[in-house]
């Protein structure tokens, strides 16, 4: 059966947002004349990248933002390709008709012209791609809508801005069954610590680091980084009512941290960190914030392995303005759709799932996410990591780096010392990290991390001690 038209109208009405002086939107309302089309896919453009993703339905009509002056392209829900026909939408349209050939199978299935085989939503693309400074990035599969590379602050001029608080969350919660006995900051997790504290500063900005646990920090590391590093860290108790109702699995504390950071930064606003995140440009941070209402890590690992899984997200790393309704889904999730023997479900699935359909913008960041199984032992984080070190070019340039590994926990005496004289990309983080000056580190040149220059000593007060001569 053909495709019949599907008539849309634009009502200018009062936009969602205010920011910066600006009039960010219109409410477009599709409306479907004929209940039997297909789901329709909007994806909203500007200067040909996708800003958001929206999708309609034949049986629900749905109302969606947009900007003046917006472009978007309209293609069947399920299906990769898009169409090549795109309407401006400005502030002096009325209607408008989306035409195209194609048609719907007795089973649903939806097809085109110039489209690939029709696939499953869950494989649709998010709504947009941070792709700063790098080759054009295609669908999974290929289509002829590509992310297109232009600065970000160049690619949105004009358009609305968005207003991330500069918090730093980090949460911790204790393992059911176990004594809460106070909360000792290792090394490694004072290093992620230290690293957003010094990202923001060098951004010229002072960020609040919130330290959201169960029980109260302590230990050198944690006194270190409020006296020495004069980094503005709080502890925020999270108490045990904070996930009242919620079915947790006790073999996976991480869920529960989970939902508390959900809830936490949906209200208040900011940055989410898990302790194997380590930032390093404040300044990219900031500029990837200002042009969404959240920004989300893409888990390389998976596409690494899958190609079609190459836009995933998951909860180690995202930054949101507060009262994001974004956040608030993801969290809800977890009384309506939690699944406590699978981690992977409610930490990456359900937020993908979402993010495809969500109709404001949202950014993903290819370079806050990497390999899995490079990172089982960071020692041999180099050697495993070779494919995502043709994409890193300089780390220092990119938001941040996800190491995925499994040595979270403090290490035997001497261990880091052994790690920054290291050729790893592990090493090369903490002499960027805990160098001396601005952070630029010791033996960490701008051009990337030098795998055969002489590594200097650590500082006097690294952890560990020198080995004898």
Known sequence: MALKAVQAVLLLLAPLYHASGQTPGNNLTVVFENPADCDVDLLFLASDQVVTMATVSARDNMTVETWPSHRFAAKKAGSRAVFRKKFLVDNHSSKFVIEEGGHCQPEGACTAPDAQS?????????????????????????????????????????????????????????????PREGFELNFFKYTSLKAACKALRRAGVEPEILLHSDSPPGGIWWDRLILVDRCNAKWILVEDDDTKGLQTNPDFPSHRADVVKLLTVSEMGGVSLDFDVFL?????????????????????????????????????????????????????????????????????????????????????????????????????????????????????????????????????????????????????FLRFIHGDGDGEGQGADRGGPSLSEERSSPPDWFPGEEPEE
């Open 280 to 428: 390093f440009n404040g300044t990219a941070l900031l500029e990837a914030q200002r042009v969404s209402e959240c920004l989300l890590g893409n888990d390389l690992h998976y596409h690494l392995h899958n190609p079609s899984d190459k836009f995933r997200t998951n909860a180690g790393f995202f930054s949101c303005i507060a009262h994001s309704g974004f956040l608030r889904q993801w969290a809800l999730e977890y009384w309506r759709d939690y699944v406590p023997t699978d981690w992977l479900y409610n930490v990456d699935t359900i937020p993908s799932r979402i993010a495809r359909k969500y109709p404001y913008p949202l950014l993903f960041d290819f370079e806050v996410g990497n390999h899995w199984d490079g990172f089982t032992d960071v020692e041999r984080l180099q050697e495993d990591d070779v494919q995502f070190m043709k994409l890193t070019d300089d780390f220092r340039d990119k938001i941040g780096f996800h190491l995925y590994c499994q040595d979270r926990h403090d290490k035997p005496s001497g261990w880091y010392r052994k790690m920054w004289r290291s050729e790893t990309l592990f090493g090369s």
């Open 118 to 178: 029709a696939t499953h939503r869950e494989e649709m693309p998010p709504p947009a791609v941070v792709q700063s400074g790098k080759p054009a990035v295609g669908f999974p599969g290929g289509s002829d809508l590509r992310f297109i590379s232009q600065p970000i602050a160049d690619r949105f001029a004009g358009k609305v801005e968005f207003a991330h608080p500069a918090k730093i969350h980090f949460f911790w919660v204790t393992k059911a069954g176990l």
